[in-house]
């Protein structure tokens, strides 16, 4: 449960949507959602947290009450892999302080490279039920299994980043990615480089697996239309079991960007029989909703006023050099029909603004089993003697 006791210093209006929007949210994570477990289940999800949070885009920042609908959100999780942290880590520190010191969080260094856009990918975990192992790291490709690009060998745009954690007996290297988008048409080389990119990071964690006592869990936004196109079944040829997204993780729920996969260690990795063991949750269907426009106009006029005066300050710069100010001129008469229009306004709040408060992806979550002591009772009876290793099957 998050801290909640913040709100009451807040002012009435905002601490009325807030708790509405609150009570929405645990309505639907209840809703959708199995039920936490200490030692039986593991719920372990993925997440694109759109642009967290550094406003380069100019359609935020976060108000107050998105960091609590997102704390929330990360709440229902035992274990959340996180994308687009950016390179100011204080949005994560807040965040980190509405959900108390009950969790923990691991993130990379800033992607530098071309096509990283200068992103962190992170964990986010429930340190009662998961224990960070000490083990992390960026991928790294050999030489050999580069990225072919030309006559040039690439990296991946966004290193992956894996960790080792435990949960009750599932012992797991968690590792997640952002695949280089690029072009959305098949033909284009930046569609080529993108399948290239899953297939060269998912064969090098498929030859580490081999070598390591613990399963592979291989998650994130992978920019995949669907699983049957050349980009998902990258993952397929490779070896990696995937949860089965037919319900798409994207605001509009037609694109499969995200999914949650792995490399099964003897089975050790496994869904619960539960009917609710997979999902994605549809966070703006509680929050941030069409509905409550009228709630959020304020804020959004106030966005849009914020561009205003950006480009009017752009503007100032060019006449100051002597320099074509056209565009800028352009800028500022569509921002001024805008915020003229309640029928556009309200448009550009549901197709763009809420998307940088929440996140334009929604949280994609399975639920495994990782209660094993069963099948570990039943190797020790089987035992045919004392120098057999009893947990050469079963993680510890």
């Known amino acids: 449960m998050i801290n909640y006791w913040p709100l009451k210093y807040e002012t009435a209006d905002m601490r009325r949507r807030t708790v509405d929007g609150l009570r929405a949210l645990r309505g639907l994570v209840r809703d959708a959602m199995p039920g936490a477990t200490l030692h039986e289940t593991l719920v372990l999800g993925t997440w694109n947290i759109r642009n967290f949070d550094d406003n380069r885009f100019g359609h935020g920042p976060r108000i107050k009450e998105s960091l609590y609908f997102i704390a929330e959100v990360v709440s229902a999780f035992d274990i959340?892999?996180?994308?687009e942290i950016c390179r100011d880590l204080g949005p994560l520190k807040q965040l980190m302080r509405l959900l108390g010191p009950g969790y923990g969080y691991i993130v990379t260094d800033v992607a530098e490279q071309d096509g990283g856009n200068q992103e962190r990918l992170g964990f986010i975990y429930n340190k009662?039920?998961?224990?960070?192992?000490?083990v992390a790291g960026e991928m790294v490709l050999p030489v050999r299994d580069l990225i072919a690009r030309g006559d040039q060998g690439l990296q991946p745009?966004?290193?992956?980043?894996?960790?080792?954690?435990?949960?009750?007996?599932?012992r797991f290297l968690f590792t997640t990615v952002h695949i280089y988008f690029g072009k959305e048409s098949q033909g284009t080389p930046e569609y080529a480089r993108r399948v290239a990119e899953i297939d060269a990071v998912a064969a090098n964690i498929a030859k580490?697996?081999?070598?390591?006592?613990?399963s592979y869990i291989l998650v994130g936004d992978f920019n995949i239309d669907?699983?049957?196109?050349?980009?998902?079944?990258?993952?397929?040829?490779?070896?990696?079991?995937?949860?089965?997204?037919?319900?798409?993780?994207?605001?509009?729920?037609?694109?499969f960007?995200?999914?949650?996969?792995w490399l099964p260690r003897k089975g050790t990795v496994r869904q619960t029989r539960s009917s609710r063991n997979q999902g994605v949750l549809d966070v703006l269907s509680a929050v941030m909703n069409e509905d409550q426009f009228r709630?959020?106009?304020?804020?959004?006029?106030?966005?849009?006023?914020?561009?205003?005066?950006?480009?009017?300050?752009?503007?100032?710069?060019?006449?100051?050099?002597?320099?074509?100010?056209?565009?800028?001129?352009k800028r500022i008469a569509k921002l001024d029909a805008l915020l003229a229009d309640p029928a556009e306004l309200k448009a550009y709040y549901l197709k763009t603004w809420r998307t940088f408060q929440i996140s334009d992806h929604l949280p994609l979550w399975v639920e495994l089993s990782i209660d094993f002591s069963s099948?570990?009772?039943t190797r020790l009876r089987n035992m045919a003697g004392a120098q057999e290793k009893p947990n050469a099957e079963i993680p510890m």
């Open 226 to 255: 669907a699983m049957g196109d050349p980009s998902g079944n990258a993952l397929i040829r490779n070896g990696f079991e995937a949860v089965q997204n037919n319900l798409g993780s994207n605001m509009d729920r037609t694109k």
């Open 295 to 329: 709630d959020y106009r304020e804020a959004v006029e106030a966005t849009v006023r914020g561009q205003i005066d950006k480009a009017v300050a752009e503007r100032a710069e060019l006449l100051a050099k002597s320099r074509d100010v056209s565009a800028q001129d």
């Open 208 to 214: 580490r697996a081999d070598k390591e006592p613990c």
């Open 80 to 83: 959340l892999a996180v994308q």
């Open 157 to 170: 745009a966004r290193s992956p980043f894996g960790c080792e954690f435990q949960a009750g007996w599932f």
């Open 128 to 134: 009662a039920k998961v224990r960070f192992k000490g």
């Open 375 to 377: 099948e570990y009772l």
């Open 257 to 261: 960007y995200d999914q949650i996969s």
